[in-house]
């Protein structure tokens, strides 16, 4: 990964918007994407600037060991206690009057404490500057997601061979995500998701002590983190003969998917491709059932930029990498949710996620 030239990019922006510095504060995890981004640093404290000049990190004794592996390109710069105040003289030193600081991820707090600090620096709060940087992904960032995809299709056969009635929604995510970690994954790219019966109708259900029975549908989201990055999948399968009723929303949302599928493409907006996927579910009477977007980025962050919704603003670019779900949920009952991974490619798209979904999968 060029983390340098990541921040050249930022380098660059600065100039045109006449600041002087970016600031990056990661406290216990509060930025951690972006500084990992920039940096490649994975601790859970640290900060940088990146300055007019050149560009400064630093991180506490906790941290500073990691840093110098992790970080090679750029001294690594120890955080006394009151980090604050040597922030304030760094910046002082560096006579940075002007500088930006990201507005998503910058709590009240910190702002406040920074403010009552900095004479004479005027913070600028800014909106999207390294989450914007982060939706197009280079060639090894792509690589990253898509090995976490794979590990994360491998598991869910893995755990579909041991599904058996009397088997409880959380041993069933607790099996799932020991397996990812013992094969290769940093982590779950979120709190696994797996629904029996009538809990799949909960978009984004918590697992529980219900148990698998003959009939039930099976509705797994799941994803596994590999080098820092993401997999989003969502698949339904079900034990046993499942209900006609359930056999019809799996092919519209199936049918769905397949719309979203083929509508994502550089240039296409995340409305566009949204209505798409939605048009279906809408004129089979179902509009009101399907209550989220159809996707979002992935990347670091399992939601990241753009969307893909009746709302949203943004254009898919090629190399953005999103995901594709359109769902349909009867509160009580059911719910059906095909979520795919996908590569945005100049005249279409390249799937991720290889486990099958052709027909509801009877285990
Ligand atoms: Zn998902
Ligand atoms: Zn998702």
Redesign the pocket.
Same mark, same amino acid.
């Given at each position: 990964m060029d983390h340098a030239a990541r921040r050249a990019k930022l380098r660059r922006r600065l100039a045109e918007e006449g600041l002087d510095a970016f600031l990056v504060i990661n406290l216990e995890g509060s930025d951690g994407a972006n500084l990992r981004y920039l940096t490649g640093f994975t601790g859970s404290a640290g900060g940088l600037i990146v300055g007019k000049e050149g560009d400064v990190f630093a991180t506490d004794s906790r941290y500073t060991e990691r840093a110098a592996r992790e970080v090679p390109d750029l001294p690594i710069e120890k955080l006394p206690g009151r980090w604050l105040d040597w922030l304030a003289d760094r910046l002082e030193s560096l006579s940075l009057k002007r500088v930006g600081i990201g507005a998503q991820r910058t709590s009240l707090w910190l702002y406040r404490e920074l403010e009552k600090r900095l004479k004479g620096v005027e913070l600028v709060p800014l909106e999207g500057w390294v989450e914007g940087l982060r939706r197009v992904k280079d060639p090894e960032e792509v690589e990253r997601i898509a090995a976490a995809a794979r590990l994360t299709d491998e598991g869910l056969r893995w755990l579909l061979g041991r599904l058996k009635p009397g088997t409880s929604e959380r041993e069933a995510a607790l099996e799932l995500e020991m397996w990812y970690r013992k094969n290769g994954a940093d982590h779950v790219a979120f709190d696994l998701i797996v629904a029996f019966g009538e809990g799949s109708s909960m978009p984004h259900y918590l697992p529980g002590e219900r148990e698998l029975k003959e009939g039930d549908l099976i509705l797994l989201d799941i994803g596994a983190k590999v080098d820092g990055y993401c997999a989003?999948l969502t698949r339904v399968v079900a034990l046993g003969r499942p209900a006609p009723e359930a056999r019809a929303i799996y092919e519209l949302v199936l049918e769905a998917n397949r719309a979203g599928l083929e509508a994502v493409r550089a240039g296409v907006t995340g409305v566009e491709a949204d209505r798409a996927a939605r048009k279906l579910i809408q004129e089979a009477g179902y509009g009101d059932q399907f209550g989220h977007g159809l996707g979002?980025g992935v990347g670091l962050e399992v939601h990241e930029g753009p969307r893909l919704s009746p709302v949203s603003e943004d254009t898919l670019e090629a190399g953005m990498v999103v995901?594709v !779900?359109p769902g349909v949920y009867l509160p009580g009952k059911l719910g059906v949710r095909i !979520?795919d991974l996908v590569v945005v490619r100049p005249d279409g798209c390249e799937i991720l996620s290889a486990f099958p979904k052709e027909e509801l999968l009877v285990l």
């Open positions: 989003d979002h995901t !779900e !979520e």
